[in-house]
Nanobody, 117 residues
Framework: QVQLVESGGGLVQPGGSLRLSCTAS????????LGWYRQAPGKQREMVAG???????QYADSVKGRFTISRDNVKNTAYLQMNSLKLEDTAVYYC???????????WGQGTQVTVSS
């Protein structure tokens, strides 16, 4: 059973930055794609960034140029660097490890990101 643990969330002012981490147990991490998702109150969960096993990346239009996804296969960890944060980035952020970015997979428990002045 693969377990994912997110960390790095918190309260930040608009324009600020945060870096989220997602660490996986086991040995499959480097073979799988990882997506960062978020869910704001009353809204559907959406993928904001994804990275494949070969480190190809993709981003939602709403975060392009502000967020950067990366991975460290030695540490079994993926990161989401979030810059120029906006109020509308407030959400619970989850990571998902899966065979492909759009398939079912393993989810973390989520970490809260709150952007507020």
């Amino acid at each position: 059973q693969v377990q994912l643990v997110e960390s790095g969330g918190g309260l930040v002012q608009p324009g600020g930055s945060l870096r989220l981490s997602c660490t996986a147990s086991g040995s499959i991490f480097r073979f799988y794609s990882l997506g960062w998702y978020r869910q704001a109150p009353g809204k559907q969960r959406e993928m904001v960034a994804g990275i494949t096993s070969s480190s190809s990346t993709q981003y939602a239009d709403s975060v392009k140029g502000r967020f950067t996804i990366s991975r460290d296969n030695v540490k079994n960890t993926a990161y989401l660097q979030m810059n120029s944060l906006k109020l509308e980035d407030t959400a619970v952020y989850y990571c998902k490890l899966a065979n492909n970015l759009y398939g079912s997979g393993y989810w973390g428990q989520g970490t809260q990101v709150t952007v507020s002045s």
